[in-house]
């Protein structure tokens, strides 16, 4: 079985070519929110590098969010347009489970994507036998709320809101284990272990749409005036 996973739900844009289980190739690039000019050439350079056509993808992997607005929206509509037209079984993903396997052996995970307005996108997770096991559902949630939840337990904590929440961990006293480098972010092999956990369950090409966990700030911003006028 050969998978193209792509996520762009972050300030980086992760794209990989699995076959059978194997990266064949893998692109990550961290040069903050340029997914619309990254992600098309991305997908061209790992088709490239693994002597692989769209024609001989057999599914299409994607994170749906949470995670920035515009990264998510990007990923939903290149992939909806590629898989479409060559009618390629798409699976969605939840960035966070995405981020659970970034822990290598077995243990609970914490991940954590920054929300703005200190606030944390977050699950937690239970890798048992290279598998997570999913705790809690996707969420929002305050940093002293979460910290509640994990204070003094032996937990992993990955996600572009790694630094926020380990130093907040630290102010209060607990010294957590934090991901590192590249372990920090979304990668291909985290993508394709996810819809393998899942049997690559076939999102319909219409339903492949992002999931924020809350309204884009445009939104959020038209309802305060609203209820400031009131």
């Known amino acids: 079985m050969t998978t193209l996973c792509i996520d762009t739900s972050s300030i980086t844009c ?4 699995v076959k059978d289980g194997d990266i064949s190739a893998d692109i990550l690039i961290n040069n903050g929110l340029n997914h619309s000019q990254t992600l098309l050439p991305s997908i061209k350079k790992v088709l490239e ?41 798409c699976t969605a993903i ?3 489970e995405a981020l659970a396997y ?13 929300a703005r307005r200190g ?7 239970r890798i048992e036998n290279g598998k997570a096991v999913r705790l809690t559902e996707d969420r929002q949630i ?20 790694t630094d926020l ?35 690559f369950k076939e999102t319909p090409h219409d339903k492949l749409v992002p999931e924020y966990l809350r309204l884009p700030q445009a939104e959020r ?10």
Request: aromatic letters at 10%; hydrophobic letters at 40%.
């Open 49 to 89: 590098n693994s002597n692989t056509t769209m024609a001989e993808i057999d599914n299409i992997s994607v994170t749906i969010g949470p995670g920035s607005f515009t990264g998510v929206k990007i990923a939903a509509a290149t992939i909806k347009g590629l898989a479409f037209e060559r009618n390629i079984p």
């Open 14 to 17: 992760a794209c990989s070519v």
């Open 165 to 199: 929440f380990k130093k907040f961990c630290e102010e209060k006293g607990f010294n957590a284990t934090a991901a590192e480098g590249d372990f920090r972010f979304v990668r291909g092999i985290g993508i394709y272990k996810a819809a393998k956990n899942c049997g």
């Open 221 to 230: 911003e038209r309802l305060e005036k609203e209820k400031g006028g009131k």
């Open 102 to 114: 970034n822990r290598e052996n077995d243990g609970l995970v914490c991940a954590v994507m920054d």
């Open 94 to 96: 939840s960035t966070l």
């Open 142 to 161: 305050s940093c002293e709320e979460l910290f509640g939840e994990i204070n003094g337990k032996e937990i992993f904590i990955t996600g572009d809101g």
């Open 119 to 125: 606030m944390l996108y977050n699950a937690i997770f």
